[in-house]
């Protein structure tokens, strides 16, 4: 079983830049790709970004692509996204994900994930 712990949340105003962190522990051997995902008050989650085992490969929301920015450290077990040109509507509780099972991608829905952190709130006034 892996514990994903997320940190860096806060409060910012649009146009400000921030970036969240996520370390993983336990049986972190079995890590494979990992991601972001979102959930704002009143609406479903939803994804925003994906990187493969080794990094090679990234996915993006629309919403975020270009903005923002996922990245890994396997060396510590970890997995980051930075977080530009905040908007009011990237407000959301922030949650890091990892796939335990495959290691080789799912694409879409929630990319194979399997594993959930509790969250960090990110609040972006206008």
């Known amino acids: 079983q892996v514990q994903l712990v997320e940190s860096g949340g806060g409060l910012v105003q649009a146009g400000d830049s921030l970036g969240l962190a996520c370390t993983a522990s336990g049986r972190t051997e079995s890590l494979f790709g990992m991601g972001w995902f979102r959930q704002a008050p009143g609406k479903e989650r939803e994804f925003v970004a994906a990187i493969s085992w080794g990094g090679a490969h990234t996915y993006y929301s629309d919403s975020v692509k270009g903005r923002f920015a996922i990245s890994r450290d396997n060396a510590k077990n970890a997995v980051y996204l930075q977080m530009n040109s905040l908007k009011p509507a990237d407000t959301a509780l922030y949650y890091c994900?990892?796939?335990?099972?495959?290691?080789?991608?799912?694409?879409?829905?929630?990319?194979?994930?399997?594993?959930w952190g509790k969250g960090t709130l990110v609040t972006v006034s206008s």
């Open positions: 994900a990892a796939d335990t099972r495959a290691a080789i991608m799912e694409v879409g829905g929630d990319y194979g994930m399997d594993s």
